[in-house]
């Protein structure tokens, strides 16, 4: 990777602790990002921060920014707990320095709404991400891309709290923006594709849904690769459309692909990995293969319970799986 020659060479010739060495550090960690190389950019990310909190100071712009991109970064390898703090933290800094109303609090208060989602705190994340919506809209406008990310937010977060007809609005809303502002392909465009279809086979609607699965497939295969996480998301969303319309065979092999990806690329303890895991387990239990799932719905709830705590939403989901699973292969046993 180009970044990483740069780096060492500005390490060399500048020093460790150098501005520029800072910068090739950040933007090291963010491509490592995009490629779903999450564990290997926490490093680099967290070697900035403390960088950048000792020469510039704890309340600088720059530590912000880094704040909140460690944040992200933890999130994405499913340690919420510990990225929670950072992203208040952030919100904090850059709220008393640019005011409530700046696109860049903006952004801080969406991080720190996804945070608490993802720690199943949906009531508490909800006006966090309104606020975020308004501030954008406001100051960007209501065609933005960045407007597009927020209404998106917002339907994740109204779905993740069952309200599936007043999450559809505005995840349709954010399609149309993202499309017409980043093109038909770009990947943004395939979170937005899927995100409608999720929300559409929440509210029944599967066979609209497919289609939507299918196309974000298509672009996020042809932009990020084969084996990028977001690529597993897509998998599994598409084998969960197929099984809701009765087509479980043709499911099974997405579903295992999506969770080998997410497995090699985020690890056999994530959270996204229990997701995976699960889902096989449902795709197996609807081909009547229920001994076969048994394992894989133990250790969905295993690692979900061990990340994310038992009293998390998506633990009492496995749970509830596992145990109608045990009661079904009770059944087929007697």
Do not use: C, F, Q
Not at 16 to 39: K, S
Not at 304 to 332: F, M, Q, S, W, Y
């Amino acid at each position: 990777m180009l970044e990483e020659g740069a780096l060492r060479i500005t390490e060399a010739a500048l020093g460790p602790d150098h501005p520029d060495t800072v910068t090739l550090l950040g933007n090291l960690a963010m491509t490592l990002g995009e490629l779903g190389r999450h564990a290997e950019a926490l490093p680099p990310v967290e070697r900035a921060l403390r960088i950048t909190e000792a020469t510039l100071g704890p309340h600088h712009p720059d530590t912000t920014t880094l704040l909140g991109n460690l944040a992200v970064t933890l999130g994405e390898l499913g340690r919420h707990a510990e990225a929670l703090p950072l992203a208040e933290r952030a919100l904090r800094i850059t709220e008393a320095r640019l005011g409530p109303d700046h696109p860049d609090t903006a952004t801080r208060l969406d991080n720190l709404a996804r945070s608490m989602s993802e720690l199943g705190r949906h009531a508490e994340a909800l006006p966090l991400v309104e606020r975020a919506l308004r501030i954008t809209e406001t100051t960007l406008g209501p065609d933005h891309p960045d407007t597009a990310i927020r209404l998106g937010n917002l339907a994740v977060t109204l779905d993740e709290m069952g309200r599936h007809a007043e999450a559809l609005p505005p995840v349709e809303r954010a399609l149309r923006i993202t499309e017409t502002t980043l093109g038909p392909d770009h990947p943004d465009t395939a979170i937005r594709l899927g995100n409608l279809a999720v929300t559409l086979g929440e509210l029944g609607r599967h066979a609209e849904a497919l289609p939507l699965e299918e196309r974000a497939l298509r672009i996020t295969e042809a932009t990020l690769g084969p084996d990028h996480p977001a690529t597993a998301t897509r998998l599994d969303n598409l084998a969960r459309s197929m099984s809701e319309l009765g087509r479980h065979a043709e499911a099974l092999p997405l579903a295992e692909r999506a969770l080998r990806i997410t497995e090699t690329t985020l690890g056999p303890d994530h959270p996204d990995t229990a997701i995976r895991l699960g889902n096989l387990a449902v795709t197996l239990d609807e081909m009547g293969r229920h001994a076969e799932a048994l394992p894989l719905a133990e250790r969905a709830l295993e690692i979900t319970e061990a990340a994310l705590g038992p009293a998390h939403p998506d633990a009492a989901i496995r749970l509830n799986n596992l145990v109608a699973l045990r009661e079904r292969l009770k059944d087929h046993d007697e």
